[in-house]
């Protein structure tokens, strides 16, 4: 049960987009559906940003999106926003009722 | 409003043992699975276990298997972590957080409470 694979930062300007990737193996993101990605403030919990690949809650904004190629997940903040300057992880369930979580990105607003 | 508060931390020597406990609120809490995430300071998030609606369903990461023990009582709309031989890499904050299935997102979280291993 390995952390999955997350660059440690990530940066861009206001108004670009940036993809933050996620890598697993064929027992985690490679096998299930199930990836999800979470943003967290400095100080804060974490929130839910995708879920299942590529879905949003609601009050989240489509500037968030996410996809999967084989044992690979990503997630694109189109339009960055001063607010989207934080901590970005990504998640899998990882087979008999467990899940793993990447080891973070800080993304930087510049 | 969902709320989980979780309640229980503290500092404690290695070896010895604490329960953590989540409250629930403004849900249908046996509709739902739920979990423990921890997170070291300074660190990233670590998944620590996950209970289905029923505790039909329960998994654990490998790093605490067999000293943590996650449990519910629908009832009292609460979920519980009881953790013993607490070593000190067990220092973090620990999240209470509810999915839709063990094996899903976790769609609300806690404040967290913290958990200080230390002679």
């Known amino acids: 049960q390995s952390a999955l694979t997350q660059p440690p930062s990530a940066s861009g300007s206001p108004g670009q987009s940036v993809t933050i990737s996620c890598t697993g193996t064929?027992?985690?993101?490679?096998?299930?559906?199930?990836v999800s990605w979470y943003q967290q403030h400095p100080g804060k919990a974490p929130k839910l940003m995708i879920y299942e690949v590529t879905y949003r809650p609601s009050g989240v904004p489509d500037r968030f999106s996410g996809s999967k190629s084989g044992n690979t997940a990503s997630l694109t903040v189109s339009g960055l926003q001063a607010e989207d300057e934080a901590d970005y992880y990504c998640?899998?369930?990882?087979?008999?009722?467990?899940?793993?979580f990447g080891g973070g990105t800080k993304l930087t607003v510049l | 409003e969902v709320q989980l508060v979780e309640s229980g931390g503290g500092l404690v020597q290695p070896g010895r043992s604490l329960r953590l406990s989540c409250a629930a609120s403004?849900?249908?809490?046996?509709?739902?699975?739920m979990h423990w995430v921890r997170q070291a300071p300074g660190k990233g998030l670590e998944w620590v276990s996950g209970?289905?609606?029923?505790?039909?369903?329960?998994g654990y990461a490998d790093s605490v298997k067999g000293r943590f023990t996650i449990s519910r009582d629908n009832a009292k709309k609460s979920l519980y972590l009881q953790m013993n031989s607490l070593r000190p890499e067990d220092t973090a904050l620990y999240y209470c957080a509810k999915s839709r299935v063990v094996r899903a997102a976790a769609d609300y979280w806690g404040q967290g409470t913290l958990v200080t291993v230390s002679p």
């Open positions: 998640s899998s369930s990882a087979g008999s009722n467990k899940q793993v």
């Open positions: 209970i289905s609606w029923n505790s039909g369903k329960i």
């Open positions: 064929s027992s985690d993101v490679g096998d299930y559906d199930y």
């Open positions: 403004g849900f249908t809490f046996d509709d739902f699975a």
